[in-house]
Protein backbone atom coordinates (compact mmCIF):
# COMPACT_ATOMS: atom_id res chain seq x y z
CA UNK A 1 0.00 0.00 0.00
CA UNK A 2 1.45 3.22 -0.59
CA UNK A 3 -0.06 6.51 0.89
CA UNK A 4 -0.11 9.83 -0.14
CA UNK A 5 -1.08 12.76 2.14
CA UNK A 6 -2.24 16.05 1.01
CA UNK A 7 -4.46 19.37 2.51
CA UNK A 8 -2.24 20.40 5.01
CA UNK A 9 -1.32 24.56 5.19
CA UNK A 10 -1.71 27.75 6.95
CA UNK A 11 -4.60 28.66 9.32
CA UNK A 12 -5.66 30.43 11.64
CA UNK A 13 -7.00 29.05 15.12
CA UNK A 14 -10.30 28.57 15.32
CA UNK A 15 -9.71 27.47 11.04
CA UNK A 16 -10.43 24.46 9.53
CA UNK A 17 -8.94 22.13 7.04
CA UNK A 18 -9.04 18.88 5.76
CA UNK A 19 -6.53 16.65 5.51
CA UNK A 20 -6.80 13.87 2.80
CA UNK A 21 -4.93 10.48 2.19
CA UNK A 22 -5.06 8.75 -0.78
CA UNK A 23 -3.87 5.14 -1.13
CA UNK A 24 -3.12 2.66 -3.84
CA UNK A 25 -3.72 -0.92 -4.07
CA UNK A 26 -6.88 -2.96 -4.25
CA UNK A 27 -6.54 -3.70 -0.52
CA UNK A 28 -7.05 -0.37 0.83
CA UNK A 29 -10.40 -1.65 1.92
CA UNK A 30 -9.09 -4.19 4.60
CA UNK A 31 -7.07 -2.08 6.21
CA UNK A 32 -7.52 -0.09 9.17
CA UNK A 33 -6.34 3.95 8.59
CA UNK A 34 -4.76 6.25 11.31
CA UNK A 35 -3.30 9.68 11.50
CA UNK A 36 -0.56 10.80 13.53
CA UNK A 37 1.43 14.00 14.31
CA UNK A 38 4.16 15.44 15.04
CA UNK A 39 5.16 18.56 16.18
CA UNK A 40 9.16 19.55 16.01
CA UNK A 41 11.02 18.25 19.10
CA UNK A 42 8.44 15.97 20.34
CA UNK A 43 7.44 12.57 19.53
CA UNK A 44 4.85 11.39 17.17
CA UNK A 45 1.61 11.09 18.79
CA UNK A 46 -2.03 9.30 17.51
CA UNK A 47 -4.55 12.14 16.56
CA UNK A 48 -7.43 9.52 14.92
CA UNK A 49 -7.87 5.88 13.77
CA UNK A 50 -10.40 4.38 11.60
CA UNK A 51 -11.72 0.37 11.43
CA UNK A 52 -11.35 -1.47 8.08
CA UNK A 53 -15.06 -1.21 7.88
CA UNK A 54 -15.45 2.40 9.18
CA UNK A 55 -17.77 1.60 11.88
CA UNK A 56 -15.24 2.46 14.33
CA UNK A 57 -13.17 5.08 14.87
CA UNK A 58 -10.66 6.40 18.11
CA UNK A 59 -9.31 9.69 18.96
CA UNK A 60 -6.72 11.08 20.98
CA UNK A 61 -8.82 13.25 23.73
CA UNK A 62 -6.72 15.85 22.96
CA UNK A 63 -8.71 16.73 19.38
CA UNK A 64 -11.90 14.62 20.46
CA UNK A 65 -14.99 16.55 19.15
CA UNK A 66 -12.72 18.62 17.13
CA UNK A 67 -11.77 16.15 14.71
CA UNK A 68 -13.25 13.73 12.66
CA UNK A 69 -11.71 10.88 10.40
CA UNK A 70 -13.60 8.74 7.54
CA UNK A 71 -13.06 6.57 5.10
CA UNK A 72 -14.23 6.46 1.23
CA UNK A 73 -13.52 2.86 -0.09
CA UNK A 74 -14.62 3.55 -3.60
CA UNK A 75 -11.82 6.93 -3.99
CA UNK A 76 -9.33 4.66 -1.69
CA UNK A 77 -9.12 7.52 0.68
CA UNK A 78 -9.84 8.60 4.40
CA UNK A 79 -9.91 11.81 5.41
CA UNK A 80 -9.33 13.82 8.74
CA UNK A 81 -11.73 16.89 9.29
CA UNK A 82 -10.17 19.04 11.21
CA UNK A 83 -12.21 21.96 13.00
CA UNK A 84 -11.53 24.46 15.91
CA UNK A 85 -8.28 24.56 15.07
CA UNK A 86 -5.39 25.82 17.95
CA UNK A 87 -1.64 26.33 17.80
CA UNK A 88 -0.89 23.80 19.62
CA UNK A 89 -2.06 21.94 16.72
CA UNK A 90 0.91 22.53 14.50
CA UNK A 91 2.46 19.59 13.26
CA UNK A 92 3.73 17.09 10.34
CA UNK A 93 0.76 15.08 10.03
CA UNK A 94 1.13 11.75 8.83
CA UNK A 95 -1.57 8.71 7.34
CA UNK A 96 -0.82 4.92 7.94
CA UNK A 97 -2.47 1.83 7.47
CA UNK A 98 -2.75 -1.47 9.49
CA UNK A 99 -3.40 -4.41 8.42
CA UNK A 100 -4.72 -5.46 11.75
CA UNK A 101 -6.48 -2.85 14.24
CA UNK A 102 -7.18 0.88 14.32
CA UNK A 103 -4.44 1.39 16.87
CA UNK A 104 -3.16 4.00 18.49
CA UNK A 105 0.59 2.65 18.57
CA UNK A 106 2.71 3.82 15.16
CA UNK A 107 4.04 0.56 15.86
CA UNK A 108 1.12 -1.19 14.69
CA UNK A 109 0.96 0.52 10.85
CA UNK A 110 3.29 -0.91 8.40
CA UNK A 111 2.60 2.21 5.59
CA UNK A 112 3.03 5.12 5.76
CA UNK A 113 2.43 8.39 3.91
CA UNK A 114 4.94 11.33 3.37
CA UNK A 115 3.18 13.72 5.82
CA UNK A 116 1.32 16.88 5.44
CA UNK A 117 2.70 20.23 7.48
CA UNK A 118 -0.57 22.05 9.30
CA UNK A 119 0.62 25.24 10.94
CA UNK A 120 -2.13 27.17 13.35
CA UNK A 121 -0.95 31.02 13.78
CA UNK A 122 -2.42 32.21 16.94
Known amino acids: VQLQASGGGLVQAGGSLRLSCAAS????????MGWFRQAPGKEREFVAA????????YYADSVKGRFTISRDSAKNTVYLQMNSLKPEDTAVYYC????????????????WGQGTLVTVSS
Open 96 to 111: AASPTTAATLWREYDY
Open 25 to 32: GRTFSSYA
Open 50 to 57: ISWSGGST
